[in-house]
């Protein structure tokens, strides 16, 4: 009883508020006390309306009470203190709002700390210790505090569900087993539970292993991600150095052609100086000459005439003027000429090469798919020209050189390092091959390779080391009358697809993807290599007999 009686002192002198001791308690009009503090913040809510009231009773006030300390309540509460009263134990813990309330309390109730399955009730922790003492509650299923035990109840017969209808798929009772779900395929809650558990984990395990999977191809996503900014990255500071390299080196001509113009100015000047001056003192001199025959001229003694006239009438020899020629703002016209005439190589060599590199795709590949159609692949349409310099002497190029023919007949090709001088009748293009792009070769008369190499393929030797598709630095499709077959390295591997006479060539450098197709009313895949290149590729043809086999890379656009 003791302690029933500090239980009520504790919530005799609780702000029911804060749910702590009084402080500076005050008492509203109606008859119960807050902390001064509470009850301010609580009708400061209220100030929109103009009208207040109790947070107990909700008796309303207007206008809003003017609030004064209850002294002999804050007296009472300090005297308290002093004894020993403090604020309510985690032990009496009252429910809030949003918690679980103590089913069994009565008045204030406390917040529950457990609820049954079997009383469908929920207990603070005086009230649930019986389910810890009786044997009988020992059995009960205890478990977090729960708002939805109701819900546990059948609202026909109002028993606890225990049962499953797997028929309906709802919980039910015992008495629904025999009623509305007789003949019903019903099992336990409990062994539904059971398996719907292992369903569960099941489940768990797909989506973790989904999890699991998910995180390995963002992570290679990620260094997608990273590769494909380190080649940006890399892209762009070559790309300053180079136009920086080139920036020096045109302002080094630039300084080089301005030292040689204003050399030569200064050369030329002086000859024409040097020559002035000689002038200016032939000039003096026959002036001065000229003033001494015109006073002989005057002279009155004949005999004076005679003998000063033999030593003036002879002229000493003219300085020679022929050498002269005057070219008005011309003389450093060739400069001019050949300085403008390189600025006009170098501005299309730039625009034609800058539109390849314009071109340039930065293809993540994250969804870079093969095109589908025809005119798919026609976008990436490349013109291929083939590279004279690289014809094995029996090939005969023409039509612009895009067409080679294997002829009996040496040509007499200039000696080149980039010859095909081995066994094999093949030759590569001019274009290197670095994005993607997608070309068509026409074949006429005997058996045709369609390949594809890097430049530093060797180009000496009757060994595998120059043959298309015998190494591993080309890819190569033998088309026969009827049959195809893929080599690489030596290795080769049949294919099959309908025979054609045209063979489309499908590269994605930075993919690693090269695919053959055959061409005709419809484009079939013949074979995709998938790989990763390491340097610019080529295209190239290889020729077989018999004489007057043609290998033709067509028009596109």
Same mark, same amino acid.
């Given at each position: 009883m003791a302690q029933k009686g500090v239980q009520l002192d504790r919530e005799t002198f609780s702000c029911s508020i804060c749910l702590d001791l009084l402080k500076d308690p005050v008492a509203i009009p109606c008859g119960h006390s807050y902390c001064m503090k509470c009850i301010k913040a609580h009708w400061d809510k209220e100030d929109e309306k103009r009208i207040h009231s109790c947070p107990q009773c909700r008796q309303s006030f207007k206008p809003r009470p003017v609030l004064l300390k209850n002294t002999m309540l804050a007296a009472l509460v300090e005297e308290l203190k002093k004894t020993g009263l403090q604020a309510a134990p985690a032990d009496y813990c009252y429910a809030g709002a949003e918690d679980v309330a103590c089913d069994v309390c009565t008045g204030r109730t406390l917040r529950a700390r457990k609820s049954c399955l079997q009383c469908l009730a929920s207990y603070c922790d005086q009230h649930l210790q019986s389910h810890y003492d009786v044997a009988p509650l020992k059995k009960h299923k205890l478990v977090e505090p729960s708002k939805k035990l109701q819900e546990n109840i059948c609202s026909r017969h109002d028993e606890v569900m225990k049962m499953f209808c797997r028929t309906d798929q709802q919980c039910i009772c015992y008495l629904c087993t025999v009623d509305g779900h007789k003949g019903h395929d019903t099992v336990s809650a409990a062994a539904e539970r059971t398996e719907r558990q292992r369903e569960l984990e099941g489940s768990r395990q797909n989506i973790q292993q989904r999890i699991q999977d998910r995180e390995k191809e963002v992570k290679l996503l990620q260094q997608e991600v990273e590769a494909v900014n380190g080649s940006a990255d890399k892209a762009v500071e070559d790309? $300053?150095?180079?136009?920086? =390299?080139l920036i020096r080196l045109m302002e080094k001509r630039s300084s080089d052609v301005k030292q040689q113009v204003r050399s030569q100015q200064k050369s030329e000047v002086s000859q024409v100086k040097e020559l002035q001056e000689k002038l200016e003192q032939e000039m003096a001199e026959l002036k001065r000459?000229?003033? $001494? &025959?015109? &006073? &002989?001229? +005057?002279? =009155? /003694? +004949?005999?004076?005439? #005679? #003998?000063?006239?033999p030593s003036l009438s002879a002229l000493s020899e003219p300085t020679h003027s022929s050498s002269i020629n005057i070219r008005p703002l011309s003389y450093f016209g060739d400069v001019t000429a050949a300085l403008s005439a390189v600025r006009d190589k170098l501005q299309d060599v730039l625009r034609e090469e800058w539109t390849n590199v314009s071109?340039? =795709?930065? /293809?993540? #590949? #994250?969804? *870079?798919? $093969?095109?589908?159609?025809?005119? *798919?692949f026609l976008k990436y349409s490349q013109e291929i020209t083939l590279d004279p310099n690289t014809a094995f002497t029996r090939l005969l190029l023409s039509e612009g050189s895009i067409k080679a023919t294997f002829i009996k007949q040496h040509q007499s090709y200039s000696s080149h390092p980039d010859r095909f001088t081995a066994y094999y009748p093949q030759v590569l293009?001019? =274009?290197?091959l670095t994005r993607r792009c997608y070309w068509e070769v026409e074949r006429r008369g005997g058996g045709v390779c369609v390949a594809v190499a890097y430049k530093n393929i060797s180009r000496v030797g009757i060994g595998t080391e120059c043959g298309f598709g015998f190494n591993d630095k080309s890819w190569a499709l033998d088309c026969f009358q009827n049959s195809y077959t893929l080599r690489y390295n030596s290795i080769s591997t049949p294919v099959s697809g309908p025979p054609s006479s045209r063979v489309g060539v499908y590269l994605d450098h930075t993919a690693g993807i090269l695919s053959f197709y055959s061409i005709s009313e419809t484009m079939t895949l013949l074979h995709r290599v998938q790989t990763t290149f390491t340097q610019p590729l080529h295209a190239g043809v290889w020729l077989g007999y018999p004489y007057g086999t043609t290998a033709e890379f067509c028009k596109l656009k």
């Open positions: 790309s $300053e150095k180079m136009f920086t =390299e000459r000229d003033a $001494e &025959l015109k &006073l &002989l001229s +005057h002279t =009155e /003694d +004949h005999n004076q005439f #005679l #003998l000063s006239y071109r340039t =795709e930065v /293809d993540v #590949l #994250l969804s *870079g798919a $093969e095109p589908t159609t025809r005119a *798919g293009s001019r =274009e290197s």
